[in-house]
């Protein structure tokens, strides 16, 4: 039986397909998240590189999503508009602004501090972000955005716990388990950056060395789409000299077409350094929390490798370059969409071989409904 697509269907299609391309923006967060599978994944191995503290690492035995970019000037505006727009006698704990994200000053309408995003800087990347800002956030985003102080206060991370003693921090070490939203663990930082289910054959999983899904250090300059004899394929430190006109800090996240993690993800590689809820501690030492992922400054190949982490710190630290992404224990809604996306083209397709006529009702596509200043200790390593 021949199947004609009338113009009525080839617009439904693209109609379909179009919201198909938005499926995976959660719509309590609003964060473009990632479903990262192959559950129980052997962890990475190592290859023999001296010094290697990523063996046995990487491996996580559930589901989870995790964003496909880190996390936004637009999204940071909304959270930072909501903290720091209180009167002063509602002021919330350990948030600080930024020095480099793409939002401006605006009048602020509770009496504390507001900021608006000018057109075409939503997609900049966020520096400046403490892991305690960042702990806050995903509380806020548990809480359903809600303006309450106690949104802000609790939900994935217990804020109360927040400090030191001498220097050692006292924060809740991981989040709660009842958490929509946290900072992605180091293991679960690393196998989305790193790990591919298919690196081997069909179903026969591996390990990248870097993390946009080669054994080959990233070449480090602007995308193509600005400067169009670059070879660029992370925003790192030393291409500026090379495009004096161009600035690293103004590159919006996801311009590197093409190039991401083995799940999709955009800039594990350049940007900012990311936080993870994960700690380390050598002998002796102060705990300090992980950061992965080569940023803006940071040209050192070592920094995209699997081998290390990039740098620890305190969880009060928030320098230009330091930023996050949200995990979460919620599945993207793509599944649903696809559902629909098929029943309806199944269903057009059986009207089509006896009716060139069509319509696309596309409201059945409705789906229901984680500064201080530097510190001396400042990329310590242990």
Known sequence: ??????????????????????????????????????????????????????????????????????????QWVEFFNAAMDRPSNDRLPHVFPPSRWGAQPTVPISGGQRWTVPAGNEMLPTGNISWRMAAMYCNWLHNDKQLNREAFLDGAYDVSTFGFTGAVMTDQRSH?????????????????????????????????????TSDTVPISGPPQSLAPDSLGQV????????????????????????????????????????WTESIIQS?????????????????????DAIWTENANDFPNVSTFDFGFRIASSIPPPTSIVLLVFAGAFNSHRRRSATNDSSDCDTRALVVPRRSCECSVHSRHRC
């Open 1 to 74: 039986m021949s199947f004609r697509m009338t113009l009525g269907g080839m617009a439904c299609v693209a109609t379909l397909a179009a919201t198909i391309a938005r499926a995976d923006i959660d719509p309590n967060s609003g964060i473009d998240f990632v479903r990262i599978r192959a559950v129980g994944n052997a962890p990475w191995p190592g290859d023999g590189t001296l010094g290697d503290r990523a063996i046995g690492r990487g491996g996580v035995n559930y589901e989870y999503s995790i964003g496909k970019f880190e996390v936004t000037t637009a």
């Open 176 to 212: 709660h388990p009842s958490a929509k939203y946290w900072i992605p663990t180091w293991d679960e930082w690393l196998k989305a950056a790193h790990y591919d289910p298919h690196k081997n054959g069909p179903d026969q999983g591996g390990w990248w060395k870097y993390s946009i």
């Open 235 to 274: 925003n790192a430190g030393g291409w500026i000299s090379q495009y004096p006109n161009l600035s690293s800090y103004a590159i919006p996240l996801g311009a590197y077409a093409g190039v991401t993690s083995p799940w999709g993800l955009f800039d594990t590689g350049g940007a900012t350094t990311e």
């Open 283 to 303: 002998p002796g030492g102060p705990p300090f929390r992980i950061l992965d992922g080569s940023n803006w400054f940071d040209g050192n190949p070592i920094a």
